[in-house]
């Protein structure tokens, strides 16, 4: 099965908003990642918009061409905006405002009627849902009933222990993903992927729909080059089956 890989593009915010001018441009680096390649573009306005802004949301629709995901943690305003702006997929994320990034998944048991009611909000307007989603069985059956499409399991506990002992690492996730497999949940997944991680969590997890990659792909991009580093991710996906 084919994985997508989503850029997450917020780095080039954050490079733009230190100098407050527009270079290098969020609506040019979309373009240019989907013309080297990426299947989709990932974009993570927060309540302070220190990085991408709620402007650039609007920018972005109107030129992604291949799958628009925005992700974040749906407070009013963020509701407000992805239901206007209609991406392909809302990705929920329960990241406090200032948090540095993402840090966990949803507890899908104790927000249960929360993520029920946002995610009715969100299918009706006919938007893909994914949430957040640690790699624990019982978050997996409770994203279940919450009516979400998709999980996105959250791969930072994965790319931490990996270099230790990789095959420990990736043992919750099979588990998580054959249970989502089997309750009819696709399986996207996200954070602190790198070059290094990337394939064999791949070929471990064979169902798995999207991967979204922002912090590595552009580090990496700095020292290959933003068509060639694209290019060198899409590569670990597609290099085992
Ligand atoms: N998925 C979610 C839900 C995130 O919040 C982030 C970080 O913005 C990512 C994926 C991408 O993580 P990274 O920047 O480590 O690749």
Same mark, same amino acid.
């Given at each position: 099965?084919?994985?997508?890989?989503?850029?997450?593009?917020?780095?080039?915010?954050? *490079?733009?908003?230190?100098?407050?001018?527009?270079?290098?441009?969020?609506?040019? +680096?979309?373009?240019? +990642?989907?013309?080297?390649? +990426?299947?989709?573009?990932?974009?993570?306005?927060?309540?302070?918009?220190?990085?991408?802004?709620?402007?650039?949301?609007?920018?972005?629709?109107?030129?992604?061409?291949?799958?628009?995901?925005?992700?974040?943690?749906?407070?009013?305003?963020?509701?407000?905006?992805?239901?206007?702006?209609?991406?392909d997929q809302v990705t929920l994320v329960p990241d406090s405002e200032h948090a540095l990034t993402s840090d966990e998944g949803?507890?899908? %048991?104790?927000?249960?009627?929360?993520?029920?009611?946002?995610?009715?909000?969100?299918?009706?307007?006919?938007?893909?849902?994914?949430?957040?989603?640690?790699?624990?069985?019982?978050?997996?059956?409770?994203?279940?009933?919450?009516?979400?499409?998709?999980?996105?399991?959250?791969?930072?506990?994965?790319?931490?222990?990996?270099?230790?002992?990789?095959?420990?690492?990736?043992?919750?996730?099979?588990?998580?993903?054959? *249970?989502?497999?089997?309750?009819?949940?696709?399986?996207?997944?996200?954070?602190?992927?790198?070059?290094?991680?990337?394939e064999f969590f791949k070929k471990e997890i064979p169902n798995l729909l999207e991967v979204s990659i922002g912090h590595a792909? %552009?580090?990496?991009?700095?020292?290959?080059?933003?068509?060639?580093?694209?290019?060198?991710?899409?590569?670990?996906?597609?290099?085992?089956?």
């Amino acid at each position: 099965m084919p994985t997508k890989l989503s850029v997450n593009i917020n780095k080039f915010a954050t *490079l733009r908003n230190s100098r407050g001018s527009n270079n290098p441009d969020v609506v040019k +680096a979309a373009q240019d +990642a989907e013309r080297f390649g +990426a299947d989709g573009i990932t974009v993570h306005p927060r309540p302070d918009q220190r990085h991408i802004r709620y402007g650039d949301v609007w920018e972005l629709k109107k030129i992604v061409t291949t799958e628009f995901n925005i992700e974040g943690n749906p407070h009013p305003e963020f509701i407000k905006l992805v239901l206007q702006v209609k991406p392909d997929q809302v990705t929920l994320v329960p990241d406090s405002e200032h948090a540095l990034t993402s840090d966990e998944g949803w507890d899908t %048991i104790t927000h249960a009627s929360f993520l029920k009611d946002t995610i009715a909000q969100f299918k009706e307007h006919h938007i893909r849902v994914s949430i957040f989603c640690n790699a624990d069985e019982r978050m997996v059956e409770g994203a279940k009933a919450t009516g979400t499409d998709r999980i996105e399991l959250y791969t930072g506990p994965y790319a931490q222990l990996y270099p230790s002992n990789k095959n420990e690492a990736i043992k919750n996730y099979i588990i998580a993903a054959n *249970l989502a497999t089997q309750m009819e949940l696709g399986t996207n997944a996200g954070h602190d992927l790198d070059l290094y991680n990337l394939e064999f969590f791949k070929k471990e997890i064979p169902n798995l729909l999207e991967v979204s990659i922002g912090h590595a792909l %552009i580090c990496d991009s700095i020292y290959y080059g933003f068509e060639n580093t694209i290019q060198m991710y899409k590569r670990k996906l597609s290099s085992i089956i």
